[in-house]
């Protein structure tokens, strides 16, 4: 077979298919310039499969005949596909015997797209899974092969349910591919009235919208963690406030805010050595932000932020928009 990944979700992906079946290549982004001193990004497939002995393509384009066609020779029985970030064009998905298999990170045909482990946790789900599909033209539209359940975490972020999820994948694989070979599996359609999408993160989808209510503000915090970092901004007249403030933890208070209040109103509240922050969200909740990062800073509990920085006693963030034009993002 011939595998194609990129993110930390394929690897262990990879390792299974090598555990069980000959790899014949391993198709990853090519490497990109990163950070500051624009060094080529190696991605983690790419390494793994050096280690493993595995041959490396690195195509810029693979819908370009010249960049697929060598995967065809020999002809693999299977593509597998995790986490890849191209589209594969309809004759690729056509070369293999039994099919191009797909390893997605969420039950089909909810989530379709780049991030659905990420956009579950923002929309408050409270369960998701791994689903082994056919690909076909579409993004994400093939027939389901195989799916497998798990309740999402209570305070799990992004981070860290994709990399639970990513060994449920490689398993669900295992077993999708000898199903495949045995003439187990019978492919079903997706449904496509109950289909949504989960597009690919930008930094303003971070942004905190107050108009929501707390609950559904600390599952973005969630989310949105290790990255790209939910935000808000400070009113630009707010004295001595920093513009930026990533959120990295955070957590709906049991209280209610004022009907009176306007959402992303905050305030000071606590003793002077254990000082917190409120802010009014929608449908009367509070939000609590607990470990904080203001611009240039290293991230903080929120009392020791408090306790270093001239922030009024009462005071309002940024709506979404607002803070997204504020910060660039």
């Not at 579409?138 to 992004?158: M, N, Y």
Request: charged share 20%; with cysteine.
């Amino acid at each position: 077979m011939v595998f194609l990944g990129t993110s930390a979700f394929a690897e262990p992906v990879l390792q299974a298919l090598d555990a069980h079946h000959e790899v014949l290549a391993a198709v990853t982004q090519p490497d990109r310039p990163a950070g500051r001193g624009h060094r080529p990004r190696v991605s983690r497939i790419k390494r793994l499969a050096l280690e493993l002995g595995i041959p490396v393509r690195q195509p810029e384009r693979i819908r370009r005949r010249s960049a697929w066609e060598p995967l065809a020779d020999p002809v693999p029985d299977v593509l597998v596909v995790a986490d890849y970030g191209q589209i594969l064009s309809a004759r690729l998905l056509a070369v293999p015997r039994l099919g191009a298999v797909n390893v997605h990170a969420s039950l089909l045909p909810e989530l379709r797209g780049a991030a659905p482990a990420i956009w579950a946790l923002a929309r408050g789900h409270r369960r998701t899974g791994v689903t082994t599909m056919l690909m076909d033209a579409g993004l994400d539209t093939g027939p389901i092969l195989l799916q497998r359940k798990t309740a999402i975490r209570e305070t799990e972020t992004g981070g860290e349910l994709l990399a639970r999820l990513a060994p449920m994948g490689a398993e669900l694989l295992i077993e999708t591919l000898a199903g495949l070979a045995g003439g187990r599996i019978t492919p079903r359609p997706q449904d496509e009235d109950a289909a949504t999408l989960a597009p690919r993160i930008r930094k303003a989808d971070a942004a905190l919208d107050w108009d929501l209510g707390a609950p559904a503000l600390a599952d973005r915090v969630r989310a949105f963690s290790p990255a790209p970092v939910a935000f808000t901004a400070f009113q630009p007249e707010t004295p001595g406030g920093a513009t930026l403030l990533r959120i990295h933890r955070a957590a709906a208070a049991s209280g209610s805010a004022a009907s009176t209040v306007p959402p992303g109103s905050f305030r000071v509240s606590g003793s002077r050595r254990a000082p917190c922050l409120e802010v009014a969200c929608g449908a009367g909740t509070t939000f609590r932000p607990l470990e904080v990062q203001a611009a240039g800073r290293q991230r903080l509990p929120i009392a020791d932020f408090l306790r270093g920085n001239a922030i009024p006693p009462n005071g309002r963030f940024a709506g979404a928009a607002e803070a997204v034009r504020l910060t660039g993002a």
